[in-house]
């Protein structure tokens, strides 16, 4: 049975007792750290927080169209196995390296010889595990650009699109490849929940994003031990990490995108800020719930775009805007488009 939530000033209402309703106070306090270090951050910052036992999400500019950098990488992979799954090519189907796939802004496959052949399944993980951008490139040749798009617009993302293969030299990227955090939390709560495709695909996909190499954004404050099915994306001024947090009972999605940043060293810091902060709170709620009687399962949630049952996404906060600075382009230790 699907539980509704009261609304208050945008803050989630949970009831307790006879008659009496109060914020949960972890909520509360993950709404204030949160916006108060948005407030404060390197660059311009977007983010979605999503805790997949209740539906409960909450959010700074998560509707901002922003640099998606390698994180676009995830929409490719999706389409991949979307095509897999209808029979277009297996795993094992080989795909000729060209040199238009050539990109040298991360991974090593763009040192290979034109003309050899490698299998879907490697290109898959060279593409998320080390952020391969001639992987990349040679996957959305393989399914199709425009095919990607139209797939994410069907699964109802709105600030997702590829207006171009990946190629990292100059500042054209930024606009070629676009997302959202809310479009990123909506594709990972459906994998969180074997609905992306299909089960098999959404558990295959998940352990590729838990293969990734790259852990220096979201995993890095948190336990060394805890599964984490993410994907990084970074340019000149741009840090971005989305992905799957199982944090013993208390499962959540995050999406964190910054761009425009001052130096990606406190990008990367005000990332790790929002990672542990998140995980302490929500941690802290899953307490709070047990306290209250109210252990909730994971359960999938219906989609209202799918047309089956009503959707229980509630925002504890609202949007709030923050400054944003003027370009300041820095050196980019971290690799990948």
Same mark, same amino acid.
């Given at each position: 049975?699907?539980?509704?939530?009261?609304?208050?000033?945008?803050?989630?209402?949970?009831?307790?007792?006879?008659?009496?309703?109060?914020?949960?106070?972890?909520?509360?306090?993950? !709404?204030?750290?949160?916006?108060?270090?948005? @407030? &404060?951050?390197?660059?311009? *910052?977007?983010?979605?927080?999503?805790? +997949?036992?209740?539906?409960?999400?909450?959010? =700074?500019?998560?509707?901002?169209?922003?640099?998606?950098?390698?994180?676009?990488? =995830?929409? *490719? @992979?999706?389409?991949?196995?979307?095509?897999?799954?209808?029979?277009?090519?297996?795993?094992?189907? &080989? *795909?000729?390296? #060209?040199?238009?796939?050539?990109?040298?802004?991360?991974?090593?496959?763009?040192?290979?010889?034109?003309?050899?052949?490698?299998?879907?399944? !490697?290109?898959?993980?060279?593409? /998320?595990?080390?952020?391969?951008?001639?992987?990349?490139?040679?996957? /959305?040749?393989?399914?199709?650009?425009?095919? $990607?798009?139209?797939?994410?617009?069907?699964?109802?993302?709105?600030?997702?699109?590829?207006?171009?293969?990946?190629?990292?030299?100059?500042?054209?990227? #930024?606009?070629?490849? #676009?997302?959202?955090?809310?479009?990123?939390?909506?594709?990972?709560?459906?994998?969180?929940?074997?609905?992306?495709?299909?089960?098999?695909?959404? &558990?295959?996909?998940?352990?590729?994003?838990?293969?990734?190499?790259?852990?220096?954004?979201?995993?890095?404050?948190?336990? $060394?031990?805890?599964?984490?099915?993410?994907?990084?994306?970074?340019?000149?001024?741009?840090?971005?990490?989305?992905?799957?947090?199982?944090?013993?009972?208390?499962?959540?999605?995050?999406? =964190?995108?910054?761009?425009? +940043?001052?130096?990606?060293?406190?990008?990367? &810091?005000? /990332?790790?800020?929002?990672?542990?902060?998140?995980?302490?709170?929500?941690?802290?709620?899953?307490?709070?719930?047990?306290?209250?009687?109210?252990?909730?399962?994971?359960?999938?949630?219906?989609?209202?775009?799918?047309?089956?049952? *009503?959707?229980?996404?509630?925002?504890?906060?609202?949007?709030?805007? =923050?400054?944003?600075?003027?370009?300041?382009?820095?050196?980019?230790?971290?690799?990948?488009?």
């Amino acid at each position: 049975m699907r539980l509704a939530f009261a609304l208050a000033f945008s803050a989630s209402l949970f009831p307790v007792g006879a008659n009496a309703q109060i914020t949960p106070e972890p909520l509360a306090l993950l !709404q204030s750290q949160l916006s108060a270090m948005s @407030m &404060r951050a390197p660059g311009h *910052v977007a983010l979605e927080v999503k805790d +997949l036992s209740t539906g409960l999400t909450s959010s =700074v500019n998560a509707s901002a169209s922003m640099p998606a950098a390698s994180t676009i990488k =995830v929409p *490719v @992979m999706v389409e991949v196995f979307r095509q897999l799954t209808i029979g277009k090519f297996d795993l094992n189907t &080989r *795909v000729r390296l #060209r040199t238009s796939d050539k990109d040298w802004g991360s991974g090593s496959l763009c040192d290979a010889s034109v003309g050899i052949a490698y299998p879907v399944s !490697q290109l898959l993980n060279a593409m /998320i595990t080390v952020s391969d951008n001639t992987a990349a490139n040679m996957l /959305i040749r393989l399914v199709g650009r425009r095919r $990607i798009n139209r797939t994410m617009a069907e699964l109802g993302l709105h600030h997702t699109t590829l207006s171009d293969f990946i190629h990292t030299e100059g500042w054209g990227i #930024r606009n070629t490849l #676009r997302s959202s955090p809310a479009d990123m939390v909506r594709l990972l709560s459906k994998m969180a929940h074997d609905k992306l495709i299909d089960e098999w695909s959404s &558990r295959q996909m998940i352990a590729i994003l838990e293969a990734d190499q790259i852990n220096t954004l979201v995993p890095q404050p948190l336990p $060394i031990d805890l599964e984490i099915a993410h994907k990084t994306g970074s340019l000149h001024d741009t840090l971005n990490d989305v992905g799957i947090v199982y944090a013993n009972h208390e499962p959540y999605v995050i999406a =964190v995108m910054t761009t425009q +940043l001052s130096t990606l060293g406190a990008g990367r &810091r005000f /990332i790790r800020k929002v990672s542990k902060t998140t995980y302490d709170d929500l941690l802290s709620f899953a307490d709070w719930r047990d306290t209250n009687g109210m252990n909730l399962p994971l359960t999938p949630q219906a989609d209202a775009q799918e047309g089956v049952g *009503v959707p229980i996404d509630t925002p504890f906060w609202g949007q709030n805007p =923050v400054p944003t600075p003027k370009p300041h382009p820095t050196e980019n230790p971290d690799g990948g488009g």
